[in-house]
């Protein structure tokens, strides 16, 4: 079996974006913030917008796209409930961003996207909470020509807090199904979809190819039973009931991914098993090394297993084996 869990290691690093991006990203952020104060404090005065960061970026499962990308949740708050409608308080959000780009924002159902074109997006959503300082009580999202909707991005923030591991396995593998998705030449469900999915059915292992192996294969019979992923906090919806995707495209493409991860784990020699992964995955996904890594990971820790038994000889080529040569003496020789 070839052993590729450090190559995911790099695979991870790999998905991260680049400290002068990240830089980029979060001074866009705070432009828009001001923006949006400056706005309604000509316009609207009697409104004072209050600002959080949630999504990815916040939960550390943010991932660069195949095309060099990523996005930015940064909600917009309101307190208490405005008098005006939902869609009323998006417009205003619209034209407070309007000129901060060269693109049009685009007005989408639950938020306003600002566009910064080939490098990055920042969605607004707005909310609104009659109190500031009530934690209990859940913010109401705007959508589009609908209303006013419960939903609570901190709520399922802390949720996913409460299932990460010590060992940040969890937040890893839900970066490479986003990967995986991103991938695919047609739709594939969302990051929020993929996060919860990969929350409630994740099967640790030691490796991390051996791991997100298993999860795709719970992840499988979990939706071959039924087509569902419920939101596991406010305002707990079904995920997947709007789909517009083709699920048996979404079926196909898991099923060949499971098929090649069996023959990567499989594999001995670990750049053969690179490229099964690489398929799936994408070019971030480093090539592994031409030779079979597990017999050589077995050879090294059997000569330190003899040089711990004191079974260990030197011959006369300065090689380290077992039957022949001059046995290894204990030194003194504790530096100092």
Request: hydrophobic fraction near 30%.
């Amino acid at each position: 079996m070839s052993n590729c869990h450090n190559l995911f290691q790099t695979f991870n690093g790999n998905l991260s974006i680049t400290q002068t991006k990240k830089s980029k990203l979060m001074t866009s952020r705070d432009t828009l913030r001001d923006k949006i104060r400056e706005y309604f404090k000509e316009k609207h005065p009697d409104y004072k917008p209050k600002f959080r960061g949630q999504g990815s970026y916040s939960m550390g499962t943010m991932i660069r796209t195949k095309e060099d990308t990523c996005d930015l949740d940064n909600g917009v708050y309101f307190f208490p409930k405005p008098k005006e409608t939902a869609t009323t308080m998006q417009n205003w959000i619209w034209d407070a961003v309007e000129d901060a780009t060269s693109e049009k924002p685009q007005h989408r159902s639950k938020c306003i996207r600002v566009i910064y074109k080939g490098d990055y997006h920042i969605d607004l959503p707005v909310y609104y909470k009659e109190s500031e300082t009530n934690d209990a009580e859940n913010p109401h999202l705007a959508i589009k020509n609908t209303g006013w909707s419960k939903s609570d991005p901190k709520e399922f923030k802390d949720w996913f807090n409460k299932k990460k591991d010590s060992k940040g396995q969890l937040v890893r593998t839900v970066r490479y199904l986003k990967s995986w998705c991103d991938n695919r030449a047609k739709k594939m469900p969302n990051g929020l979809t993929m996060t919860v999915l990969a929350s409630n059915k994740i099967k640790y292992n030691d490796r991390d190819d051996i791991a997100l192996r298993n999860t795709l294969k719970e992840i499988r019979s979990t939706l071959k039973s039924s087509w569902s992923c419920v939101m596991p906090t406010t305002p707990k919806d079904d995920l997947l009931e709007n789909f517009t995707g083709d699920k048996d495209y979404f079926f196909d493409k898991i099923d060949a991914f499971i098929e090649d991860a069996d023959k990567a784990i499989e594999e001995k020699n670990q750049l053969k098993a690179s490229k099964l992964w690489q398929k799936h995955l994408g070019s971030y996904f480093p090539d592994g090394e031409d030779k079979d890594v597990d017999k050589q990971a077995n050879s090294l820790a059997a000569i330190a297993s003899s040089i711990l038994d004191k079974r260990a000889k030197t011959d006369r080529d300065g090689k380290i084996q077992e039957d022949q040569g001059v046995g290894h003496k204990p030194h003194r020789n504790y530096g100092g």
